[in-house]
């Protein structure tokens, strides 16, 4: 089994490559699907954050604000630190478990999509990294319009992780996608198929 850690930035685009790669055959294994999943009411990761930020980030739903939590944590480190020390370890379980399935399977080509590939040491684990990349000022435009942020904002919650540059420097592959899906999708195609 060909093992690849798919990351990026925020709002670089690592979903639509991950759509891609899902498209020509590759399971995917979907790390920010698996952060929502964990913390759905009454799961241990949902009674974990209410637990130690409060009933006041449960929405009309009974499930968690996650703009409200948002708001706490993009503004303050500490609080990010805090959430994440609750969240990283149920999702390295799930991923763990998934990783074991695949491997007793006959998958060919399974991707880790992971934004934090690098923060969680998810890196170590897979056998080859790929970053998708865009320029600072696309990666702030297409932030802004996706999440309906303020300039400032989404500076801030880009900053909040390792840079896109440092990333890149660290990866097997760098997918450019700053173009068209269609030339991002044909460098896809070439890094899958080794050349």
Do not use: C
């Not at 020509?24 to 913390?39: K, S, T």
């Amino acid at each position: 089994m060909r093992l690849i850690g798919l990351t990026g930035g925020i709002a670089s685009g690592k979903s639509l490559v991950s759509r891609q790669l899902q498209g020509l055959g590759a399971v995917v294994i979907d790390a920010d699907r698996i952060a929502r999943d964990v913390v759905q009411p009454d799961r241990p990761g949902w009674k974990m954050i209410v637990g130690e930020f409060g009933r006041s980030f449960i929405d009309s739903d009974g499930g968690l604000d996650r703009k409200a939590l948002g708001r706490l944590v993009f503004n303050d480190s500490r609080e990010l630190e805090r959430l994440n020390r609750i969240t990283h370890p149920l999702i390295l379980a799930e991923i763990e478990k998934l990783l074991q399935i695949y491997r007793s399977g006959h998958e060919k080509v399974v991707v880790l999509d992971a934004p934090l590939l690098f923060e969680t040491g998810l890196d170590k684990f897979v056998d080859e990294v790929w970053v998708v990349m865009v320029d600072h000022q696309t990666q702030v435009k297409r932030l802004m319009e996706r999440d309906r942020l303020m300039e400032q904002d989404a500076k801030h919650r880009i900053r909040l992780q390792i840079p896109l540059e440092e990333k890149a420097s660290r990866a097997d592959r760098v997918i450019d996608n700053r173009g068209l899906p269609e030339e991002t999708e044909r460098q896809v195609q070439l890094a899958l198929s080794g050349r």
